[in-house]
């Protein structure tokens, strides 16, 4: 369950370096898997077994202290979620400044893609979709998104988004009456329970409440 977990939420994963602990931790588990299956199939009950539980133990000890090291090389911010924040903007001298100015030009393409065209709407939209509109690597789009706007997880950088377009609607007196299901299935949400945990997260209120709190003095 824990390496179904791992890959199920790897390509939304912003963060090379935990990336690749993703990586390794499938790598090890399998490893260690696939021994330990070979080793009871060909092994007989009896003394050799015993010898061979105890190598289980003492490999799986080792895998788990790998597991445990390799996790401990990367810094606790790019291992656990956080607000995101808007990346410094660092100004270099030569061909580094050259290759900013180029980021730039992606994110702003980015951006563009996000505010004008509204594609976080799309239904099953990835970053490979954006990549491919970018015609760029996933790599670098993912190292733009992460680095330069702060965010360490695809679908919060979509969701947040979405959750903007949201915040208008329900702020907007002429959709007073839309349902809330309506608001969030136009901004993207598949349905609204999802919706409801992400723009309460972000907002700290409901999309109902929200609406309440920002409507019009009568």
């Given at each position: 369950m824990a390496a179904t977990q791992t890959i199920a939420s790897w390509s939304v994963d912003l963060v090379e370096r935990r990336r690749r602990v993703r990586v390794f931790i499938v790598a090890a588990s399998a490893l260690y898997g696939g021994i330990n299956a070979v080793l009871q199939i060909l092994l007989p009950i009896g003394a050799a077994a015993e010898v061979a539980n105890t190598v289980n133990s003492a490999v799986l000890a080792g895998v788990v202290a790998a597991i445990c090291y390799a996790m401990m090389r990367v810094d606790g911010a790019d291992l656990f979620p956080a607000a995101p924040e808007a990346a410094p903007v660092v100004i270099v001298p030569g061909q580094l400044a050259a290759e900013a100015a180029d980021d730039q030009k992606l994110v702003d393409a980015l951006l563009r893609l996000m505010g004008d065209e509204r594609i976080y709407r799309h239904d099953n939209i990835t970053i490979g979709t954006l990549a491919t509109k970018l015609a760029i690597p996933e790599y670098r789009l993912r190292r733009l998104i992460n680095q330069r706007l702060g965010y360490r997880n695809f679908n919060v950088f979509l969701n947040n988004h979405r959750i903007?377009?949201?915040?208008?609607?329900?702020?907007?007196?002429?959709?007073?009456?839309?349902?809330?299901?309506?608001?969030?299935?136009?901004?993207?949400?598949?349905?609204l329970g999802p919706f409801n945990r992400a723009f309460k997260a972000t907002t700290g209120v409901t999309p109902t409440e929200y609406r309440r709190l920002n409507a019009p003095a009568a």
């Open positions: 903007e377009e949201a915040k208008a609607a329900l702020s907007d007196p002429s959709q007073a009456e839309v349902p809330v299901i309506t608001i969030a299935m136009d901004a993207g949400f598949q349905s």
